[in-house]
């Protein structure tokens, strides 16, 4: 299977500030990449398809990027609802995996 | 778009569940669906996926073997059996809108695995 690995595990972040979230998969996955965002208490928030579409009603602050085995949401001035724990998850082949996840937290 | 699991409860380790998430908001019967979990604590794992019209379902290596993923068109509901249950299984189970890259999430159904 696919292994997809996120990094940094935590970011510590200032409000308004920007972040820079990494995800590194074992094998080239030709952009099938979605990115997720956790929050306590909510549903799990679609971001970004494709490796850069963005979804419905997600700001324009989201960008994903990347190609081949790297890929990158970056977050620019975060809002107070932009923290929590962001997902990458690859949809090249089955078995789809998860990364192991990256926590933005408030610094 | 709503999505509704239930099912879920404490049982004991080689037991088995069905999990049953319910929806509504979008048409079922062309739409693929997922199931993912998390164990306390931990990340998302991606359990199972199947296909609008049912004929095609994956499994992660995890579960494959011991879970079965089906839906009922008629019933806009969407199931997980799972079975020889292990302390490994617990957590929330979700259900999701799509097959690949899911727009759509349920709050989950705690599963709890304990003699």
């Known amino acids: 299977e696919i292994v997809m690995t996120q990094s940094p595990a935590t970011l510590s972040v200032s409000p308004g500030e920007g972040a820079t979230l990494s995800c590194r998969a074992s094998?080239?996955?030709?952009?099938?990449l979605v990115w997720y965002l956790q929050r306590p208490g909510q549903p799990l928030r679609r971001l970004v398809f494709h490796a850069s579409s963005r979804s419905a009603d997600i700001p324009a602050r989201f960008t994903g990027s990347g190609s081949g085995t790297e890929y990158t949401l970056t977050i620019t001035s975060l809002q107070s609802e932009d923290f929590g724990i962001y997902y990458c998850?690859?949809?090249?082949?089955?078995?789809?995996?998860f990364g192991g996840g990256t926590k933005v937290e408030i610094k | 778009v709503q999505l509704l699991e239930s099912g879920g409860e404490w049982v004991q380790p080689g037991g088995s569940l069905r999990l049953s998430c319910g929806v509504s908001?979008?048409?079922?019967?062309?739409?693929?669906m997922t199931w993912a979990r998390q164990a306390p604590g931990k990340g998302l794992e991606w359990v199972s996926g199947i296909s609008k019209s049912g004929d095609e379902t994956y499994y992660a290596d995890s579960v494959k073997g011991r879970v079965t993923i089906s839906r009922d068109s008629s019933k806009n509901t969407l199931y997980l059996e799972i079975n020889s249950l292990r302390a490994e299984d617990t957590g929330l189970y979700y259900c999701a809108k799509g097959w690949k890259y899911p727009d759509s999430w349920g709050q989950g159904t705690l599963v709890i695995v304990s003699s």
């Open positions: 094998q080239n996955i030709a952009s099938n």
């Open positions: 908001g979008f048409p079922f019967r062309d739409t693929g």
């Open positions: 998850q690859q949809y090249k082949d089955w078995p789809l995996t």
